[in-house]
């Protein structure tokens, strides 16, 4: 029995659950992960990540000195070679070439990519940084690729885009809906909660997603739409929901304008009109309707079907009609609740990871917003101008109005749509500095390599799903020269002031991770009332929270929307999405399993990676018929875009006509097969939706056979789905 030198209590960095778990270290190694069972939001309770998967943090690739590459004269695709450098060469290295380009060719074409899985006090640091020294608002990260579809639309349904309600209310739910999330696999912790409210409650679930997800199990009622046809099925329940009077003509009149003239536009809506164009059978469309219409209180949890999507705002937009018009908002066990990713993507736009917005969601443009933050920052002037998003900053990285790009923590390499455009606007740029625990595919193109350290070797605080601000504690020491992303931030940004000569500095000393909060705090209304002490006090506070005897605010909406009244949005079922031909014959949907984490940095440096070691593509046991395909055999898939090599697994979680690819796997990425078409309102890529042929394919040379066959993998799933 080993004995731990001590525990260290802190929050689980993998997704937007936000488990609190205890770190057991014994000679500076985590060789236990465990949870408090007197705690939220978890409640004793992890996922085989959060327990079996932090070994990351130990694994000997982790960057221990800052890298210069040496070969700059090469393009950027060729590998690259490093030298090793001491922090002073490396920093002022990355100073003098960004203060060059700023002189060269203006600060605006400086962007940083902000980071969903470091502290609230590390992308405060970056935002300042950026805004305050170079005069860019080009700061955005991972959630344009991830939540921007809910985000446009619930700011312009209501005026906010967090999750509305608590993942405490879950297990009390009486109905709720599920769509686009594959929930078990995603955030565990929240399907336990929900299976819980089923079970235990006998609460209705709706599951409407076109995969067989294992939520489906426990639905009263799963809609298998087609794929990207959601607007037409949400319009098609409102339609049954005004038709037979089952909307709440209180909530419609106190809290929402413009149902008149929605209510006209949905007219042609029929359950037979939307049974068309989604493949659901008119009938079950009206029971869902009803089943959320005459509930007392329902809730609506979605995820990336709904958000990632080139209509991804109307999929949002025509969700949030549905829950104004029935009044299921504002109340427990009710709202809008699109469940965040990262572990802390929510905090990462909270601390003004944003390109319009200093943290939350005070306006760069908003005259008052901006002299708060230049008093705060030492009278530097700031650019009232929004700047790019992530795809766009893509885009200008091509025509030449993005020059050098600041990655904290993200890997664009992995997750943009369409890599063979997205590496082509990487070689376009100028200079690259990635600042990572390890060489990430993104990194590999980068000019300068700055080794942070991990959630594990730091201080600070992640902000969870539902808002509740908690805290990461430091429980072993940094692995080799590794340093916090804020720490690193501070001493760059004071050489890059030292080079353009500031008269006052925007103020980058700090003794530590809760001086940059206690900053952050005072210019931030919402956030005014949580200080690390009362964290440690209460376990995490959930924003808004204006003043030090505010309680927080588990559920939002109780007496009025941000932007007033809820409005109506008036849509029209249409769709832009590339579709399935002669040519290229199958729908390609990709996502997530329970096992790995996006690109793979980290999970397949894990344990995890033993037990899910290879890529495979989901089939339908119809379509593997009719191409002669059985688990197992080798494929290639090609898109216009691309083509990749994997394995194939047969399965009926998939439609007929549909195929499925986690985005795991850097030697099958599923994104050399995206494509880059965005919404033109939220400018999310249509990540759930391309098509593609598949082609049987002999073994590769440089791909072994893995231990584990892949149908026990897939049983295996199934087992781990059901022990939590
Ligand atoms: N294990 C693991 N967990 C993660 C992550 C991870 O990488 N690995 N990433 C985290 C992050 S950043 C995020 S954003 C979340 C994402 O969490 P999810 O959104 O749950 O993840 P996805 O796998 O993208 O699955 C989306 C679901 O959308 C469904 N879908 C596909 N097309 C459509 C459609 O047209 N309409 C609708 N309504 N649904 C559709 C799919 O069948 C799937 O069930 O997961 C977080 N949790
Ligand atoms: N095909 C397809 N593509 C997708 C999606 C999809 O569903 N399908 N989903 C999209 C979504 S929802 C998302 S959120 C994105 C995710 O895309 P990214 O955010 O680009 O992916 P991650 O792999 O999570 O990148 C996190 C990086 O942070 C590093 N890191 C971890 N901890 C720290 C730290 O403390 N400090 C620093 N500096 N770095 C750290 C990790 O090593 C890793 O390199 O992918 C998107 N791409
Ligand atoms: S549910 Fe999410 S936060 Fe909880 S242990 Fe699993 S990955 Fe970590
Ligand atoms: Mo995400």
Known sequence: MIEAD??????????????QVNLHIKDGMIYRVDAPFDMAPNYGMLCVKGRFGTDYVMHPSRVKTPLIRVNRDEPRSNPPVWREATWDEALDYVAENLTRIASE?????????????????????????????????SVDHCARLCHAGSVTGLQLAIGSSAMSNSIAEMEHLDTFIVTGSNTTETHPVISNFLKRAVRKNGAKLIVIDPRQIELTDFATLWLRQNVGSDVALWQAMAHVVVNEELYDKDFVARRTEGFDDYI?????????????ITGVPAEDIRQAARTYANAGAAAIYWGMGISQSVHGTDNTLAVANLALMCGH??????????????????????????????????RVDDEAARLKFEGAWGGRELNPKPGLTVTEIMDGALDGKIRAIYILGEDPMSSEPNLAHARHAMEHLEFIVCQDIFINRSGEMADVILPSTSFAEKDGTFINSDRRVQRVRKAIEPIGDSRPDWEILCDLARRVEARMGVEASAGYDYADAEEVWEEMRSVTPDFWGITYERIAREGGVHWPCPAADHPGTPYLFEQEFPRGRGKFWELEYGTDSEQPDAEYPFILSTGRVLFHWHGGTMTRRSSLDAIWPEAAIELHPADAERLGLATSDWVNVKSRRGQITLRVLVTGRSPEGVVFIPFHFAEAAANILTNNLVDPRAKIPDYKLCAVAIEKTSAPDDRPETEVPLTERGAMQDRAQQVH
Do not use: M
């Open 105 to 137: 060719h203006g600060g605006e074409t400086i962007a940083a990519y902000a980071c969903a899985k470091a502290t609230n006090e590390d992308n405060y640091l970056l935002q300042k940084f950026i805004r305050a020294s170079f005069g860019s608002n």
């Open 264 to 276: 006209e536009s949905l007219e042609h809506c029929t359950p037979e009109w939307a049974e068309e």
């Open 329 to 362: 908002v504002g109340k427990p066990g009710t709202g809008l609740n699109p469940l965040r990713g990262q572990n802390n993507v929510q905090g990462c736009s909270d601390s003004g990871g944003l390109p319009p917005y200093f943290t939350a969601y005070q």
């Open 6 to 19: 001590k525990t260290v209590l802190t929050t689980c960095p993998f997704c937007g659950v936000g488990c």
